[in-house]
C-alpha cells in the first residue's frame, strides 16, 4: 500500500479541495437556479444534484472527520513520520478518483441516502458546499498534528467498517472531484443564451 509523508499529503488534499471551491465559484455560482437544475436526461443529474449528492457525505463524514481530530488533539495522539493507505481505503480513494484523461474507473449507483432529489434550492445546495469545503480546509490543516493512520472513522454505508482519518479524506476529496467533474459536463452542455434561461 502506498505510504505518504502525512504534511505532504494533507497539503495536497487541501490544494485539491482549493481548486474545487475556484471551480464551482467560477463556473457554477453565475448559473441561474434553472440552469442549476437541468438535467440533460431523465437519468442525468443536474449540477445542483451533483453537488447535494456531495454536500449528503459532507453532512455525515465532516463531523466524524470532527470528532476524529478533536480525540487525536484532546488525547495528543501526535503526528507520525509517514502515514501508510490501508488496502480498503487506498481502493475506495483511487475508485473514486477521475483519472488523468477524465474517465472514470469505476461506476456505481448512488444508495438511497445519498441520491438527491429534483428542483432543488439550488443556491441553498451551492452555498452548503462551499461551506462545507471551507470546514474540510479546516479539518486538513488541523490534521497535520494528529496521527491521521491511527485515527478511525466508520464509512456512512457500512458502519462497521473503519477507515483511518487520512483515507478518509482520500477517498472524501476524490469523489467530489468525480462529481464535480460530472457537473462540469452538464454546465457545458448548457445553451446560453442572453435573457434565456434553460428549462429544468
Same mark, same amino acid.
Given at each position: 500500500?502506498?505510504?505518504?509523508?502525512?504534511?505532504?499529503?494533507?497539503?495536497?488534499?487541501?490544494?485539491?479541495?482549493?481548486?474545487?471551491?475556484?471551480?464551482?465559484?467560477?463556473?457554477?455560482s453565475p448559473?441561474?437556479?434553472?440552469?442549476?437544475?437541468?438535467?440533460?436526461?431523465?437519468?442525468?443529474?443536474?449540477?445542483?444534484?451533483?453537488?447535494?449528492?456531495?454536500?449528503?457525505?459532507?453532512?455525515?463524514?465532516?463531523?466524524?472527520?470532527?470528532?476524529?481530530?478533536?480525540?487525536?488533539?484532546?488525547?495528543?495522539?501526535?503526528?507520525?513520520?509517514? #502515514?501508510?493507505?490501508?488496502?480498503?481505503?487506498?481502493? #475506495?480513494?483511487?475508485?473514486?478518483?477521475?483519472?488523468?484523461?477524465?474517465?472514470?474507473?469505476?461506476?456505481?449507483?448512488? @444508495?438511497?441516502?445519498?441520491?438527491?432529489?429534483?428542483?432543488?434550492?439550488?443556491?441553498? @445546495?451551492?452555498? @452548503?458546499?462551499?461551506?462545507?469545503?471551507?470546514?474540510?480546509?479546516?479539518?486538513?490543516?488541523?490534521?497535520?498534528?494528529?496521527?491521521?493512520?491511527?485515527?478511525?472513522?466508520?464509512?456512512?454505508?457500512?458502519? #462497521?467498517?473503519?477507515?483511518?482519518?487520512?483515507?478518509?479524506?482520500r477517498f472524501?476529496?476524490?469523489?467530489?472531484?468525480?462529481?464535480?467533474?460530472?457537473?462540469?459536463?452538464?454546465?457545458?452542455?448548457?445553451?446560453?443564451?442572453?435573457?434565456?434561461?434553460?428549462?429544468?
Amino acid at each position: 500500500m502506498p505510504a505518504f509523508q502525512p504534511n505532504d499529503l494533507l497539503g495536497q488534499l487541501a490544494r485539491e479541495t482549493q481548486t474545487l471551491v475556484e471551480l464551482v465559484l467560477t463556473e457554477f455560482s453565475p448559473l441561474s437556479v434553472d440552469e442549476l437544475n437541468h438535467q440533460p436526461a431523465p437519468d442525468r443529474w443536474s449540477i445542483a444534484q451533483c453537488l447535494d449528492h456531495l454536500n449528503s457525505y459532507g453532512h455525515y463524514y465532516l463531523p466524524q472527520l470532527e470528532a476524529a481530530v478533536l480525540k487525536g488533539e484532546k488525547e495528543s495522539i501526535r503526528a507520525a513520520s509517514t #502515514f501508510r493507505s490501508g488496502w480498503l481505503g487506498n481502493y #475506495f480513494a483511487n475508485s473514486m478518483r477521475p483519472k488523468a484523461d477524465g474517465s472514470i474507473g469505476l461506476k456505481m449507483k448512488a @444508495v438511497k441516502e445519498h441520491t438527491p432529489v429534483s428542483n432543488l434550492n439550488a443556491s441553498a @445546495v451551492l452555498a @452548503v458546499f462551499l461551506e462545507q469545503q471551507h470546514a474540510l480546509l479546516e479539518l486538513l490543516e488541523r490534521a497535520k498534528v494528529v496521527n491521521i493512520q491511527k485515527l478511525r472513522i466508520p464509512i456512512s454505508i457500512a458502519r #462497521f467498517i473503519r477507515l483511518s482519518v487520512g483515507d478518509t479524506f482520500r477517498f472524501l476529496i476524490a469523489h467530489e472531484q468525480r462529481h464535480v467533474l460530472q457537473a462540469r459536463r452538464v454546465s457545458s452542455e448548457l445553451i446560453l443564451r442572453p435573457n434565456v434561461s434553460v428549462e429544468s
